[in-house]
């Protein structure tokens, strides 16, 4: 493995200009008190955060670059987190507490 610093950033960059041209949509939902409220943590942005990471864990792994593996290890438990909370949300709005749903 030779790391480039150049190349890795060049890649990433490069990644977040194509994605960021392909995929511009804005999720809200609308609420009947107001007539309009954005969404926090919602599920796509959640799943969109998610993506992310993998890609860095990815392009980390594959390029050995080990000048950010303290922000591999942050972003590792960031992803936990999020999923965690998904999985709370879920069940907290849903209240599926299926024996199906519980397995997946």
Do not use: P
């Amino acid at each position: 493995q030779n790391y480039s610093r150049d190349l890795f950033l060049f890649l990433y960059i490069l990644l977040i200009i194509a994605s960021t041209l392909t995929s511009l949509k804005k999720h809200q939902e609308v609420s009947s008190f107001t007539g309009k409220s954005t969404l926090y943590l919602n599920r796509h942005q959640t799943e969109e955060w998610r993506g992310w990471m993998q890609v860095l864990f990815l392009m980390y792994h594959y390029f050995g670059a080990s000048e950010i593996y303290n922000a591999i290890r942050v972003f590792i438990a960031c992803y936990v987190w999020l999923t965690g909370f998904g999985n709370f949300s879920y069940y907290y709005t849903k209240k599926d507490f299926s024996i199906a749903r519980f397995a997946q």
